[in-house]
Nanobody
């Protein structure tokens, strides 16, 4: 059974940092993990994604240079280190996963690519 458990959200001031964690279980083949966020009244958007088996990493332009995605295979955990946080980063953050299987290329930013979703974790950045 595939399960994703996201954690690490909280309240920080502008310029602060948070590290989100996504513990993934039940994966036996190549997969990708994505981080998405959804602010009130806005659509869910892709933030970053990683393919642990080959190291491919992707970022949204809005977070490049501030956020870093990484993985720890021994802990089956993907991290999203968020630095220089801004009020516009305030959102519920979700991790999601998809098996890559026979299609190693994927639209990392697209919700339809991901079959499994964890619960969200709230990130609030105060000005």
């Amino acid at each position: 059974e595939v399960q994703l458990q996201a954690s690490g959200g909280g309240l920080v001031q502008t310029g602060g940092s948070l590290r989100l964690s996504c513990v993934a279980s039940g994966f036996t083949f190549a997969y990708a993990i994505g981080w998405f966020r959804q602010a009130p009244g806005k659509e869910r958007e892709g933030v970053s994604s990683i393919v642990p088996s080959d190291g491919r990493i992707y970022y949204a332009d809005s977070v490049k240079g501030r956020f870093t995605i990484s993985n720890n295979n021994t802990k089956n955990t993907v991290y999203l280190q968020m630095n220089s946080l801004r009020p516009e980063d305030t959102a519920v953050y979700y991790c999601a996963a998809t098996f890559l299987g026979d299609h190693p290329d994927y639209d990392w930013w697209a919700l339809y690519e991901y079959d499994y979703w964890g619960q969200g974790t709230q990130v609030t950045v105060s000005s």
